[in-house]
């Protein structure tokens, strides 16, 4: 059965430093995502992707974020200047198409992003 | 304001315990509800879902039912399993056609034998 895929499974990283979390979602899926979920907190909505560029974005998706397809099958989500509280559990999603019937996302095992 | 509401965990239970974890959500619109379940280790998986007034979304026993009146979807399962320990997520759209999903916290659940 096709899956959503993420690498690595835990980064840690230092404060002010560069990541990019890696996703592969199920092939013929046309709408990407990226959520995060903060120990203890909800899990909340970055950004959404479509058609090679972002559809929607979040207010936590600021000028630090960014997403790109670099091929046909990879999704990353680029944070350019880590700090302290984006400590979180990131994870991807992908779906065929957002509305209607079979709107259901996809999601991967997630990335624990751990900043020191 | 918060999106969905979600019932704090810890929950546990023995086995073949009757299960509730309840879920209230503010949206406008016509918004599809949607139960996910992180078994350790993986990703989020959809459990169950409802796109409209009255559906009851069922799956692997649990089931839920989409009450507009009380803005609900609380998920319910008669007799829980060891497998079922995981953490439940109850998640909204709001009626977006681009597929933005808002979450609630998460309900630990741990089921003994």
């Known amino acids: 059965e096709p899956e959503v895929t993420q690498t690595p499974s835990h980064q840690v990283t230092q404060m002010g430093q560069e990541v990019i979390l890696r996703c592969v979602p199920i092939?013929?899926?046309?709408?990407f995502y990226w959520y995060r979920q903060i120990l203890g907190q909800k899990v909340e909505f970055l950004v959404s992707f479509y058609n090679n560029e972002i559809s929607e974005k979040s207010e936590i998706f600021d000028d630090q974020f960014s997403v790109e397809r670099p091929d046909g099958s990879n999704f990353t989500l680029k944070i350019r200047s880590t700090k302290l509280e984006d400590s979180a559990m990131y994870f991807c999603?992908?779906?065929?198409?957002?509305?209607?019937?079979?709107?259901?996302?996809?999601f991967g095992p997630g990335t624990r992003l751990t900043v020191l | 304001g918060d999106s969905v509401t979600q019932m704090e965990g810890p929950v546990t239970l023995s086995e073949e315990a009757f299960l509730t974890i309840n879920c209230t959500y503010t949206a406008t619109g016509y918004p599809s509800l949607f139960w996910y379940v992180q078994y350790p280790g993986e990703g989020l998986q959809l459990l169950l879902k409802a796109t409209k007034a009255d559906d009851k979304g069922s799956n692997k026993g649990f089931e839920a039912t989409y009450r507009k009146e009380t803005t609900s979807f609380h998920l319910e399962k008669g007799s829980v399993q060891v497998s079922d320990s995981a953490v439940y997520f109850c998640a909204v759209d709001r009626g977006s056609t681009l597929g933005r999903l808002y979450f609630g916290r998460g309900t630990q659940l741990t089921v003994w034998p």
């Open positions: 999603a992908s779906t065929i198409r957002p509305a209607g019937g079979n709107n259901e996302q996809f």
């Open positions: 092939s013929n899926h046309l709408y």
